[in-house]
């Protein structure tokens, strides 16, 4: 492989990590990870809780640091010019963390000053994203005070005050409604067409399907990588010999007891009506057709794309 | 340091400014506290030893005898709650806790001195209250030194007599002694709480990692964070003085702006502290009580309370390295005894020393922990 990081000067490359790790002590938060995210791009980061999100996005705004590997962000070493980095990049993090007892107009104004924008700067800078996410009826208010949505809301546009062209966002839907929710994908499909690369960390799978592109990161690696798409069809997802199948029309929950019972029956789970499974080849599923039960081919989902990818590593890491 | 350094330090500050401005409740009690303990110790607390409540025996009931009580009653020490008829009587009130002191003068009293000889009388001193009992058993001493020089001169004039005179606290005030330490002891609570508040706060709500992810250096985040609690540690400040000099007189015979200079090291010192703590503690709870464990060493072998001439070599070695000891030695020569710069260079000395050395200390910790 070419290591890219090392001969990153292509501009379109924003984040470049080659064999990256990261020690905490005698854990290994990051274990060689790798990979490029391109400019413009809406990447997704994905994976359960403690593996490793979030831990890589401080390492590569340089709050920590990386123990081995190489890893750049606009061709700037991570390690030695992170705060010429952070002067280009915008965090939003997973909770709400501006000052609840400011009001919206006071959070703008300190994260103008911070990002040493001028008066006549923050003004104007001010007003466009105000206009864009609508905040202008609240700016006196205390930040406390917004809904769910408009916190959001906030903390985005604080920290897109200075023009950064890459967007960290950690889990910036969690607990936010679906209207918001989608509101807020919106805004942040408006800043990728402005040519603003986001990394974005979410547990939805429908926010998974709007990304670009996904890396899987579970117990510290990186699983897998590639277009939602790509990933549904990895081979390893529906392995030779078996197929994905949906079975609908009875009571799901039954069914689903009566699959798990037999052998060469895998991942069986519930989706509302219909149950999905994965099935070798050589299992007969006469029976269930003689119940009644429609038993029709399915694509794996994405959601099927993490569990199967986790179990595996489970097993090979348990071996 | 450049333009933009100065910018973000300037914002940060103001926004410091307005969490403080906007908890009025935390502002209040901050003022208010200081206010209430030094009523407390200015008018409650007296450690002068003064009427102590005593019972008395007279067996012998004679001129002499009475004129000895007299002379216990007159020194001002004590206050004669009764009479009572038997030892036992008395020693009763002094289990019980009524009286301190029972004085026990036999029957034969009066007869011994006429005949010359050594005529004893009892005195029972209750020693759980120690300061009580050593001052009761110095004065019954001293009566007894006085009422046998009487007997002996029979009536001339005592050949020596010490004249001693008290100087700067005339009245032996204890508000005197106290409250220039409260000052100092009240401002290092705020600071050191404030300051370790300042940075857990953010780490709790989780502003201060969305802080970091900006170009802001840790150096500015120091800086800008203490330029507000310094101004109001220095407000606390100068509301005590104004309050201790006139509510309770205490005078200011020095110069207050020589106290100020040294307030200033002081509270960057406590400051730093609580910026310490705040890199060890993650919540409001835990730092409180770390600062209290910082804050309570200081209380005690700082001189605030008992005087450091009487501690044992190595607390006293200890109190030189706590910066509470040098200004509250300098508060007190500043307004007592109107000391002046040829005393006090030393310390400012050691107090800017020691504010630098935590900063230095805090600031690295901090650079460590991201």
Same mark, same amino acid.
């Given at each position: 492989?070419?290591?890219?990081?090392?001969?990153?000067?292509? &501009?379109?490359?924003?984040?470049?990590?080659?064999?990256?790790?990261?020690?905490?002590?005698?854990?290994?938060?990051?274990?060689?990870?790798?990979?490029?995210?391109?400019?413009?791009?809406?990447?997704?980061?994905?994976? &359960?809780?403690?593996?490793?999100?979030?831990?890589?996005?401080?390492?590569?705004?340089?709050?920590?640091?990386?123990?081995?590997?190489?890893?750049?962000?606009?061709?700037?070493?991570?390690?030695?010019?992170?705060?010429?980095?952070?002067?280009?990049?915008? /965090?939003?993090?997973?909770?709400?963390?501006? /000052?609840?007892?400011?009001?919206?107009?006071?959070?703008?104004?300190?994260?103008?000053?911070?990002?040493?924008?001028?008066?006549?700067?923050?003004?104007?800078?001010?007003?466009?994203?105000?206009?864009?996410?609508?905040?202008?009826? /609240?700016?006196?208010?205390?930040?406390?005070?917004?809904?769910?949505?408009?916190?959001?809301?906030?903390?985005?546009?604080?920290?897109?005050?200075?023009? &950064?062209?890459?967007?960290?966002?950690?889990?910036?839907?969690?607990?936010?409604?679906?209207?918001?929710?989608?509101?807020?994908?919106?805004?942040?499909?408006?800043?990728?067409?402005?040519?603003?690369?986001?990394?974005?960390?979410?547990?939805?799978?429908?926010?998974?399907?709007?990304?670009?592109?996904?890396?899987?990161?579970?117990?510290?690696?990186?699983?897998?990588?590639?277009?939602?798409?790509?990933?549904?069809?990895?081979?390893?997802?529906?392995?030779?010999?078996?197929?994905?199948?949906?079975?609908?029309?009875?009571?799901?929950?039954?069914?689903?007891?009566?699959?798990?019972?037999?052998?060469?029956?895998?991942?069986?789970?519930?989706?509302?009506?219909?149950?999905?499974?994965?099935?070798?080849?050589?299992?007969?599923?006469?029976?269930?057709?003689?119940?009644?039960?429609?038993?029709?081919?399915?694509?794996?989902?994405?959601?099927?794309?993490?569990?199967?990818?986790?179990?595996?590593?489970?097993?090979?890491?348990?071996? | 340091?450049?333009?933009?350094?100065? @910018?973000?330090?300037?914002?940060?500050?103001?926004?410091?400014?307005?969490?403080?401005?906007?908890?009025?409740?935390?502002?209040?009690?901050?003022?208010?506290?200081?206010?209430?303990?030094?009523?407390?110790?200015?008018? !409650?607390?007296?450690?002068?030893?003064?009427?102590?409540?005593?019972?008395?025996?007279?067996?012998?009931?004679?001129?002499?005898?009475?004129?000895?009580?007299? @002379?216990?009653?007159?020194?001002?020490?004590?206050?004669?709650?009764?009479?009572?008829?038997?030892?036992?009587?008395?020693?009763?009130?002094?289990?019980?806790?009524?009286?301190?002191?029972?004085?026990?003068?036999?029957?034969?009293?009066?007869?011994?001195?006429?005949?010359?000889?050594?005529?004893?009388? !009892?005195?029972?001193?209750?020693?759980?209250?120690?300061?009580?009992? !050593?001052?009761?058993?110095?004065?019954?001493?001293?009566?007894?030194?006085?009422?046998?020089?009487?007997?002996?001169?029979?009536?001339?004039?005592?050949?020596?007599?010490?004249?001693?005179?008290?100087?700067?606290?005339?009245?032996?005030?204890?508000?005197?002694?106290?409250?220039?330490?409260?000052?100092?002891?009240?401002?290092?609570?705020?600071?050191?709480? *404030?300051?370790?508040?300042?940075?857990?706060?953010?780490?709790?709500?989780?502003?201060?990692? @969305?802080?970091?992810?900006?170009?802001?250096?840790?150096?500015?985040?120091?800086?800008?964070?203490?330029?507000?609690?310094?101004? @109001?540690?220095?407000?606390?400040?100068?509301?005590?003085?104004?309050?201790?000099?006139?509510?309770?007189?205490?005078?200011?015979?020095?110069?207050?702006?020589?106290?100020?200079?040294?307030?200033?090291?002081?509270?960057?010192?406590?400051?730093?502290?609580?910026?310490?703590?705040?890199?060890?503690?993650?919540?409001?709870?835990?730092?409180?009580?770390?600062?209290?464990?910082?804050?309570?060493?200081?209380?005690?072998?700082?001189?605030?309370?008992?005087?450091?001439?009487?501690?044992?070599?190595?607390?006293?070695?200890?109190?030189?390295?706590?910066?509470?000891?040098? *200004?509250?030695?300098?508060?007190?020569?500043? *307004?007592?005894?109107?000391?002046?710069?040829?005393?006090?260079?030393?310390?400012?000395?050691?107090?800017?020393?020691?504010?630098?050395?935590?900063?230095?200390?805090?600031?690295?910790?901090?650079?460590?922990?991201?």
């Amino acid at each position: 492989m070419v290591k890219e990081s090392s001969l990153n000067t292509d &501009p379109d490359v924003v984040i470049a990590l080659h064999d990256c790790s990261i020690q905490f002590g005698k854990f290994r938060a990051i274990d060689r990870v790798s990979f490029n995210v391109h400019a413009g791009e809406v990447f997704g980061l994905l994976g &359960p809780n403690g593996s490793g999100k979030t831990t890589l996005i401080r390492a590569l705004c340089g709050l920590l640091n990386f123990s081995e590997g190489e890893a750049s962000v606009f061709g700037l070493n991570v390690r030695t010019q992170a705060e010429k980095i952070r002067e280009q990049v915008g /965090y939003m993090s997973q909770k709400f963390s501006l /000052y609840g007892d400011l009001t919206v107009q006071e959070n703008m104004d300190f994260y103008c000053g911070i990002y040493g924008l001028s008066r006549a700067q923050a003004k104007q800078r001010q007003a466009e994203l105000v206009e864009l996410t609508g905040l202008a009826p /609240y700016r006196t208010r205390s930040a406390s005070k917004l809904s769910g949505g408009w916190k959001q809301r906030l903390a985005m546009v604080c920290s897109l005050m200075h023009r &950064p062209r890459l967007v960290f966002l950690d889990e910036p839907t969690a607990g936010v409604d679906p209207v918001a929710r989608r509101e807020l994908w919106d805004l942040l499909f408006r800043l990728a067409s402005e040519g603003i690369t986001l990394v974005v960390t979410t547990h939805y799978m429908d926010e998974a399907e709007r990304c670009g592109r996904v890396g899987y990161l579970y117990l510290s690696h990186l699983l897998a990588l590639g277009t939602p798409k790509d990933l549904k069809h990895l081979p390893t997802i529906t392995p030779v010999g078996s197929k994905r199948w949906e079975i609908r029309g009875g009571v799901s929950a039954e069914v689903l007891a009566k699959l798990r019972s037999r052998a060469g029956i895998h991942e069986a789970t519930i989706f509302g009506q219909a149950v999905h499974a994965l099935i070798d080849d050589n299992v007969s599923l006469n029976d269930l057709k003689a119940e009644g039960l429609d038993i029709l081919a399915a694509d794996a989902n994405l959601e099927d794309v993490f569990v199967t990818l986790a179990r595996q590593a489970s097993k090979e890491n348990g071996s | 340091m450049n333009l933009a350094a100065w @910018q973000r330090i300037r914002f940060i500050a103001y926004k410091e400014m307005l969490h403080i401005v906007r908890d009025p409740q935390t502002l209040f009690f901050t003022l208010f506290i200081p206010i209430v303990e030094m009523f407390l110790l200015g008018f !409650a607390i007296n450690t002068n030893v003064r009427d102590v409540s005593t019972v008395v025996v007279d067996f012998c009931n004679t001129q002499e005898s009475r004129r000895l009580i007299e @002379q216990f009653e007159n020194s001002g020490d004590f206050e004669v709650l009764k009479y009572c008829d038997s030892e036992r009587e008395a020693q009763a009130y002094i289990v019980a806790g009524n009286a301190q002191v029972g004085i026990i003068i036999p029957e034969d009293f009066s007869r011994k001195i006429e005949a010359g000889q050594t005529s004893p009388f !009892a005195v029972l001193v209750d020693g759980t209250v120690s300061s009580i009992a !050593a001052e009761s058993l110095n004065v019954g001493n001293a009566i007894a030194l006085r009422a046998s020089l009487g007997q002996v001169l029979k009536g001339k004039e005592l050949p020596i007599e010490a004249r001693p005179s008290v100087m700067f606290n005339p009245d032996t005030r204890s508000a005197w002694f106290f409250l220039p330490g409260l000052m100092v002891v009240m401002c290092q609570m705020l600071a050191t709480i *404030l300051s370790a508040n300042a940075i857990v706060r953010e780490k709790e709500s989780g502003t201060l990692e @969305q802080f970091y992810m900006t170009p802001v250096r840790r150096g500015e985040v120091i800086l800008g964070k203490m330029i507000p609690y310094v101004v @109001q540690t220095a407000i606390e400040f100068a509301i005590i003085l104004l309050v201790m000099y006139t509510i309770f007189q205490v005078p200011i015979r020095g110069h207050v702006l020589l106290l100020f200079a040294l307030l200033l090291p002081f509270t960057l010192t406590m400051l730093a502290f609580g910026l310490l703590i705040s890199t060890k503690a993650d919540t409001k709870d835990a730092a409180g009580q770390m600062a209290m464990g910082t804050i309570i060493p200081s209380i005690f072998l700082s001189g605030y309370v008992f005087p450091i001439d009487s501690m044992p070599e190595i607390f006293k070695t200890i109190s030189y390295f706590i910066p509470t000891t040098w *200004l509250i030695d300098a508060a007190r020569g500043i *307004l007592l005894r109107g000391t002046d710069w040829t005393t006090l260079w030393q310390h400012t000395l050691v107090l800017w020393i020691m504010a630098i050395v935590v900063t230095t200390i805090a600031a690295l910790r901090m650079r460590k922990q991201v």
